[in-house]
């Protein structure tokens, strides 16, 4: 089963782990312009990255269809950035499992991404540079003694390290508390964006908190300064739902009215769809709404995105058929045995 479809015991307000590493090879120029050195870059990254295994298999994006690209962009395998700067030239590497997914010739020469589910920062770590450390190997890196791993944003020097988690923060949200938490955390160094990364909006109560500092720090000590920061988060969103709970009624009927929308509407937008999940999936948490299951839950987030919803299908529909499309596919996952 695919990363983004599990869950573990801290995915009820920690969505998902991402570790990023974003790397550049020494014999190639930086930002590269020219269609005959992406070309080449490819070649040689292509010919030494088969080598390490991680049933890694090679795609450009300008060979794919606009749908397959932007269900990858909802799955936060590419950013949108790159299928917007580089469709006639950037290139990916996924695995079957889409746990790892490696854009090449976007802002550097290689962006190594690895993602888990839940708040699972170490091993997702670990598994970037076990690759890492095989990748540079076989291509070698641009590296330099005192800065570090050399990159096209200065903000990157040093680790080149973008550690990040996807939170849920519903409660903090309804008891008008997300903002002094996020203004909190925010003077530790810490970004806080929106689903899709820099430039983009929250939205269904989800957020991407990652680190700033990438230079004068390990890779360790990163993620154990982000740790304490999301399990902080963790720890304050869950004691929002405790009080959101000692009001019973008004709470489930919350939660009851978004599931009973979703289980009978008819049509339904994706904006829409996401305010409604986020209710869903925090009665589903507490242990309130006992008609779902994490999967489902998870199923409805992922099929319900525009792309990710055609990709299901099978077909191809206009903004209106897919409000229709939307309503059907929620009420078959909602009624799967």
Same mark, same amino acid.
Not at 284 to 289: E, N, P, S, V, Y
């Given at each position: 089963m695919n990363w983004y479809l599990q869950s573990n015991e801290n995915s009820d307000v920690a969505k998902s782990t991402r570790i990023r590493l974003a790397r550049n090879l020494h014999d190639f120029k930086f930002n590269l312009t020219k269609k005959e050195e992406m070309e080449a870059l490819e070649n040689k990254i292509k010919e030494g990255l088969y080598s390490i295994g991680y049933g890694l298999r090679f795609f450009k994006l300008k060979d794919m269809d606009d749908i397959t690209k932007m269900s990858l962009v909802e799955k936060n395998l590419i950013s949108p950035e790159f299928v917007l700067n580089k469709n006639d030239t950037g290139s990916i590497l996924i695995n079957d499992e889409e746990n790892i997914g490696i854009m090449i010739g976007n802002e550097d020469h290689l962006e190594i991404q690895v993602f888990s589910c839940g708040l699972d920062l170490e091993n997702t770590l670990n598994l970037a540079i076990e690759m890492d450390q095989k990748i540079e190997e076989i291509l070698g890196y641009a590296i330099? #003694? #005192?800065?570090? =791993? $050399?990159?096209a944003c200065p903000n990157n020097v040093g680790t080149g390290l @973008? +550690? *990040?988690v996807m939170v849920h923060l519903p409660a903090l949200s309804r008891t008008k508390n997300t903002k002094k938490v996020l203004d909190a955390i925010n003077s530790f160094g810490i970004n806080i964006r929106g689903v899709y990364g820099e430039n983009t909006e929250s939205t269904g109560d989800m957020y991407? !908190? *990652?680190n @700033?500092?990438?230079l004068g720090i390990t890779e360790k000590e990163i993620i154990q300064n982000l740790m304490v920061i999301v399990e902080k988060i963790v720890k304050q969103e869950r004691q929002a739902r405790k !009080? $959101? +709970?000692k009001d019973d009624i008004a709470l489930e009927d919350l939660i009851y009215r978004s599931y009973g929308i979703l289980k009978h509407c008819r049509k339904i937008s994706s904006e829409e769809t996401r305010t409604l999940l986020s209710d869903i999936k925090l009665g589903?948490? $507490?242990? !309130? $709404?006992k008609e779902l299951t994490d999967l489902k839950v998870q199923k409805l987030y992922l099929y319900t995105k525009p792309a990710n919803l055609q990709k299901f299908l099978g077909?191809? =529909?206009e903004a209106l058929e897919r409000d229709i499309k939307r309503a059907e596919v929620i #009420?078959? !996952?909602l009624e799967e045995k």
């Open positions: 330099h #003694k #005192k800065y570090g =791993y $050399l990159t @973008k +550690a *990040s991407q !908190i *990652s @700033k500092q990438t !009080i $959101l +709970a589903t948490d $507490l242990g !309130i $709404l077909e191809q =529909y #009420k078959q !996952i």
